[in-house]
């Protein structure tokens, strides 16, 4: 029972490049989250899904895509990487809850993709 | 911005001792949840204590809620050197569906 997988955990980039995070769940959750987590910031969420076909902005969105075109994965792409974007970025999944729609349950986190941008 | 601000920002204390840190956040709520991450892991969830609740016990965790101060703690008792880590407050904001918002979190070490 892997849970929730990213690929890779490690990468360095250099400014302008491109790349794709993949985060995995194999728990059959409705909802993902992309966060990054920046040191005395805790994690600030980039993007969500609430379902297949759905994607949302969060907190601090810009600079970032992501996909969500099957319900076990959600993707986070960097078109045009920047320093700024230097960071240690976490997926997570969450199950739907039962009772009122906007009740936020557990989240179940992957281990993290650490990213340098040069 | 951030929703829920830990305090303190670090807590070092000896094996056995009791250990308690503390979340306050801006607006009303859903649910208040309380994570731990390991260093170099991902975050792990702890204990989930709703907006309608005051208190809740796991384990050697107990979790209060105060929603007129806008304020939790987490009491870790009898704490162990594996308690050595990092634990976030979350809140669930009501109005803002199935988001978390973290806190920057306690940075606790316990001594052997």
């Known amino acids: 029972n892997a849970g929730v997988t990213q690929t890779p955990k490690f990468r360095v980039l250099k400014t302008g490049q491109s790349m794709t995070l993949l985060c995995a769940q194999d728990m059959n959750h409705e909802y993902m989250y992309w966060y990054r987590q920046d040191p005395g910031m805790g994690l600030r969420l980039i993007h969500y899904?609430?379902?297949?076909?759905?994607?949302a902005k969060g907190e601090v969105p810009d600079g970032y895509n992501v996909s969500r075109l099957k319900k076990q994965n959600f993707l986070l792409g960097l078109e045009s990487a920047a320093p700024s974007q230097t960071s240690v970025y976490f997926c997570?999944?969450?199950?739907?809850?039962?009772?009122?729609?906007?009740?936020?349950?557990?989240?179940?986190f992957g281990e993290g993709s650490r990213l340098t941008v040069l | 911005s951030q929703q829920g601000e830990e305090d303190p920002q670090a807590l070092s204390i000896q094996e056995g001792e009791n250990a308690t840190m503390n979340c306050s956040y801006k607006?009303?709520?859903?649910?208040l949840q309380w994570y731990r991450q390991n260093s170099g892991r991902g975050l792990v969830h702890l204990i989930l204590?709703?907006?309608?609740?005051r208190e809740k016990h796991s384990g050697r965790l107990r979790v209060t809620l105060d929603t007129s101060k806008k304020s939790s703690s987490l009491l870790i008792t009898a704490s162990r050197a594996a308690d050595t880590a990092s634990y976030f407050c979350a809140t669930a904001p009501l109005g803002s569906a199935r988001q978390l918002t973290f806190g920057s979190g306690t940075q606790l070490t316990v001594l052997p």
């Open positions: 204590i709703r907006s309608n609740e």
């Open positions: 899904s609430v379902g297949e076909g759905t994607t």
């Open positions: 607006t009303s709520i859903n649910n």
């Open positions: 997570a999944s969450s199950p739907m809850t039962s009772g009122r729609a906007w009740n936020t349950g557990e989240l179940f």
